[in-house]
Structures are given as structure tokens and as C-alpha cells.
């Protein structure tokens, strides 16, 4: 084995939290900011990037994901002067999947360029609706024909890992009309599609006009919602995306490393405003306001930057990989479980296997778990039998 491989392996996970326009529905840490600002955080998250590679020396990182906000909102030198500090910080592996978050017109052939040569091999583009009532619904600035564009500019420019985002539930929203923004897009033949139904989030605008009895009438009922759901599967299969996790699906051998990691217990860092961790059996996340992140020494005392430190028992670490293995459709390994922790899971969480399995909610198959189709669809009931399911000592 060589000496990169006998590393452990990391996830990086870098938060750019800036958009040209804050969506009615989206409760992320992200806001416009002038050029000044982006720019004194591009050098201060460079800092904590050279910081965090000197301390995590014993790690190779398999994966990066620069997410937001919208990382295409930077120039393409500042995201290339943000990959190079991760080369010259981190060990990179050679095959490490490596993903930036690009909104519909806000990127052009010199950035996509760009950000190939910054060893960038996969694009995540936030398209959400093919339908531009529906895009406006959303807040969003792009229209369809916007995103066509930079979709072809991104192919053009020689990416062959390419994502879209979806949102289904809508306001005003026909399973009709989802059914025909999926059909659009995979005429498109993108490697991987996320499709997430639209969560109303307190403090949002969306959760204001939307959140009341009445304003509830406006969004497709749970019937809808259901049938949006059973035809993604079904559309996608068509057109050769299978589905991998709860909200996922790819053409064989595109699934998201990254996110994969995150549902598998790999570690990640999360650097960059408000980015959470899981480092060294610890959960945390960075500070959520941005002039009191602007204002860290980095090199000098890194306590301002990070907060909620947790120490996971094992107890949590059981109890994660369930309801986080769950999410994938291959479901969870009794042997992975054996390897990774000495116990049986089967076992340790009888009760709520049993309690599942009766109400046809996960299935089991030798020393294999996952949910059925219809748990798939009630997967929350599962996960919270999951959680803090293990006695506490
Ligand atoms: S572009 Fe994405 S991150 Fe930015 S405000 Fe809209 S939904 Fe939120």
C-alpha cells in the first residue's frame, strides 16, 4: 500500500455563502455581499485551509465539495486560488471526486475552464424547475432557458460528472408539470439528479405565506406530493438514473462519493462559514456570523472559529449508521457494522428492526437492512425509531 493510501481518509467540505439574491424558500447561511466582502473571505478562508491541512496531516482527502450559497457567484481566480490551497495543504488523492455548486447563468466557458484546471471533475447545478412559473414561484433569478445555456457550457467545456437539483411541492405545482420539468431534463442526460420536496423552513418568507391553513392550499397535498415522488423513481429509471438514496439517483458508477461519505460515517471537515464537521469522533460547526469569522486569527487561536462541540459515544456512532446507512437503498451491512464496531446490530436494535420489518417499513435480506419502497416513502418514522434508540450509561 503506498503512503498516501495508509492515510485516513477525509472529506472536505468548503462553504461559499454568497448569492446573487436570498430565494423566498431558502434558509441556508448565504446573502449577497459586495466584492469587498467576498474577497476578504476568500483570503480568510484560505487562511483556515492552510490552517486545517497543517492539522490534519495524517488525513488524504478523498472528496471536495465547494457547496453554498453559490460558489459560481466567485471569480474563477478566486475559486482556482482556493483549490490551489487546498492542493498545497491537503493530500489530494489522485481519483478524489471533486464538486463546485453552480447556479444557471452565473457561469461562463472562461470560469468552467477555470475551474478545470483546478482539478474540479464534477458540477452541481441548482436548476430546481424546468418550468419559469415555477422558477419564479421559487425566487429564483435564472429562467430554464438560462440554465440550457450554461448546461451546454459546462458540457462544452468537457465535465462528464454533472448534476441537477430538483424541487418538487412546489406552490401551485401539478404533478404534471413536475413530470414535464423531469422529462426536460433528462432529455439532457445528466449523470445524477437530486429531486428534494420543498420543506417550508421557519424565518423564510415561504414559511410566512405558506405556513398558515390557508396558505397551505397553494402547495400540492401529501397525495401529490406522493405521486411526484413515485414518478421520479419511474421517469428516471427510463432514462437509466437509478435511484441510490432517499432523494438520489445516478447512472451506474456517478453516485456522489461526498455525499455517500456523509451517510457512511466518513469523517469530513467543513471549512468556511457556519460549515459543519465530524472529525475525530466530534461533531461541531464554524461560526455562523461573518464578521466574527472575518476576525479569527487563524494562526494564532482558532477557539472563535468553531462551536457546539459534541463528542459522539459510541452509542451515537450505532445509532447513526442505522438511520444514515437507511437513507441508501443498499441499505446497511450487519458485517460493516461488526467490522466497524465488534457488535451485532441485529441484536443491539431488535426491537426497532422487528417493529419496522412488521409494518413493511425495511425489509431484511441475510445480514443486509434497508427500506422497503413504502419505508422509503415514510423514512422519517424509521430514522426517529433509530435515534437514541441505544441505553445511555
Ligand atoms: S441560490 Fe440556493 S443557496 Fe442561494 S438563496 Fe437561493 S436556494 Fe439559497
Known sequence: ???????????????????????????????PADEETRRAYCNQLIEEIRVQGSLTSDCRLATVFLGGGTPSSLTGIQIYNIMSAVYESFAVDSDAEITIECNPGTVDKEKLYGYRESGINRVSMGLQSANNEELKQLGRLHSYE?????????????????????????????????KSSLKKVMMLKPEHLSAYSLILEPGTPFYERYGS??????????????????????????????????????????????????????EYLGLGLGASSLYLNHRYHSVRDLETYLHVRMREDLTPLYQDLEA???????????????????????????????RNMFDLFAPQIRKNVVLKLLEQKASELRLTPRGMDLSNR????????LPRS
Open 213 to 266: 391553513e390557508e396558505g397551505k392550499s397553494a402547495l400540492p397535498d401529501e397525495d401529490a406530493d406522493r405521486e411526484m415522488y413515485a414518478d421520479t423513481g419511474r421517469i428516471l429509471e427510463e432514462y437509466g438514473l437509478k435511484q441510490y438514496e432517499i432523494s438520489n439517483y445516478a447512472k451506474p458508477g456517478y453516485e456522489c462519493r461526498h455525499n455517500i461519505g456523509y451517510w457512511t460515517g466518513v
Open 382 to 389: 424509521v430514522f426517529a425509531d433509530f435515534y437514541r434508540a
Open 312 to 342: 459522539l459515544t459510541e452509542a451515537d456512532q450505532m445509532e447513526e449508521f442505522m438511520y444514515l446507512g437507511l437513507r441508501m437503498t443498499r441499505g446497511v451491512s450487519g458485517a460493516d457494522f461488526y467490522e466497524r464496531f465488534g
Open 146 to 178: 438560462d440554465f440550457l445555456r450554461s448546461y451546454e457550457l459546462v458540457r462544452a467545456a468537457g465535465f462528464h460528472n454533472v448534476n441537477v437539483d430538483m424541487i418538487s411541492a412546489i406552490p401551485n405545482q401539478t404533478v404534471r408539470s413536475w
Open 1 to 31: 500500500m503506498n503512503e498516501q493510501k495508509e492515510k485516513r481518509k477525509l472529506e472536505l467540505y468548503i462553504h461559499i455563502p454568497f448569492c446573487l439574491k436570498k430565494c423566498g424558500y431558502c434558509d441556508f447561511l448565504s446573502a
